[in-house]
């Protein structure tokens, strides 16, 4: 069964950096596109960036300059760096995964459990 498993949210004042990690296990053969996206409280969830298997990425405005994606094929493990956080990117943070083909059969999408990312001014 597959799993994607994310690690790294906290606790973090304005200004400052966390890293995201999202690691796919569950005898993976291959996933297209791997990325983050967020849900604030009250709002609908969204896009924050993705990344191709080939490595083209895609942010929101809101993060351009600030946040980075990156990702390791071998490891099966999206990274996602944020520097300048901002109180307005306190959200939970869900890791997502698209055209996953492993030894349970094909997934179009599938969602990690999220981990929190809070931003204090």
């Known amino acids: 069964q597959v799993q994607l498993v994310e690690s790294g949210g906290g606790l973090v004042q304005a200004g400052g950096s966390l890293r995201l990690f999202c690691a796919a296990s569950?005898?993976?053969?291959?996933?297209?596109?791997m990325g983050w996206y967020r849900q604030a409280p009250g709002k609908q969830r969204e896009l924050v960036a993705t990344?191709?298997?080939?490595?083209?990425?895609n942010y929101a405005d809101s993060v351009k300059g600030r946040f980075t994606i990156s990702r390791d094929n071998v490891k099966n493990t999206v990274y996602l760096q944020m520097n300048s956080l901002k109180p307005e990117d306190t959200a939970v943070y869900y890791c997502?995964?698209?055209?996953?083909?492993?030894?349970?059969?094909?997934?179009?999408?599938?969602w990690g459990q999220g981990t929190q990312v809070s931003v204090s001014s």
């Open positions: 997502n995964a698209r055209d996953i083909w492993s030894a349970a059969g094909h997934l179009d999408d599938y």
């Open positions: 569950g005898r993976i053969f291959s996933m297209n596109a």
């Open positions: 990344i191709s298997r080939g490595g083209s990425t």
